[in-house]
């Protein structure tokens, strides 16, 4: 289990952003005061797209300058592709904010195959966190997640091997059967554990199954993979909306 578990429900899409936005906020200070730089893996989806937009709308909030931006997951499109996660953050968010270019980490899907771009990233987390592939594992500040409906989160699909994964921070991963059917990269359940906090944003009638598979059924990772997030030293906060949480009993 996680240092803390929290679970907070919201009426709306607005006051799950708006705690979205503070949870971001405090992350970002607490890491800056701590170690005098804020790492970030941002996440894609409709899930993040008001927090995004708001982040954006008070740039003076965030010491960007500190900011360290990687995408927990991404589509193997080009960033200026409408599917690419990379390309949704910089329309909503990172065109916005004083963040150095040279702190902003996309996965390189340039790359000749999603393996290769997967294997080049955890170069990457490697460099700018100052750890070893095979040595210490790289914590994140904060990790955003979505989840889909079936439970997925990052681009950790039901059933599929990639959960199992235990020897790399970053895996290629074939299409689930949500859409977009597009290959994806993903950072694996060691790199989303290792983070000092996790903050999922989860909204919508969709996900009301799945949430409550997982909070009252005794859902396994390999049903609803983001039953798995549970940092080992580090918070875990849902924030549902009254839709997502619909079928909770309490
Ligand atoms: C992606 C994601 C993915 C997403 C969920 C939830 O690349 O699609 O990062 O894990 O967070 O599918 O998406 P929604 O927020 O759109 O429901």
Not at 155 to 176: I, K
Request: proline share 10%.
């Amino acid at each position: 289990m996680p240092d803390i578990q929290s679970i907070e429900m919201f009426p709306n899409g607005d006051a799950l952003t708006e705690r979205a936005v503070a949870l971001f906020l405090e992350a970002a200070r607490d890491a800056v005061q701590a170690r005098g730089r804020f790492t970030v893996a941002l996440t894609g989806g409709s899930g993040p797209v008001g927090t995004y937009e708001r982040l954006a709308r008070s740039p003076e909030a965030v010491d960007w300058a500190k900011a360290f931006i990687f995408l927990g997951d991404e589509r193997f499109v080009p960033p200026d592709d409408a599917r690419s996660n990379y390309g949704q953050a910089r329309r909503l968010l990172l065109d916005h904010v004083p963040v150095p270019p040279d702190q902003v980490f996309p996965v390189p899907t340039g790359a000749a195959s999603p393996a290769e771009a997967a294997s080049e990233y955890a170069e990457t987390l490697a460099r700018v966190f100052g750890v070893t592939p095979g040595g210490p594992l790289p914590a994140f500040d904060l990790i955003l997640l979505g989840m889909g409906d079936d439970g997925h989160c990052a681009s950790l699909f039901p059933h599929m091997p990639t959960l199992a994964v235990a020897d790399a921070w970053t895996v290629s991963s074939p299409p689930g059967t949500l859409p977009p059917p597009v290959n994806r990269v993903t950072v694996t359940f060691p790199v989303l554990n290792a983070a000092r906090r996790v903050v999922f944003l989860v909204g919508g009638e969709n996900k009301a199954s799945a949430v409550k598979d997982i909070f009252e059924g005794g859902a396994t990772v390999e049903q609803h993979p983001a039953a798995g997030v549970n940092p080992a030293h580090g918070t875990l906060t849902w924030l549902l909306d009254k839709a997502a949480a619909g079928l909770l009993a309490r």
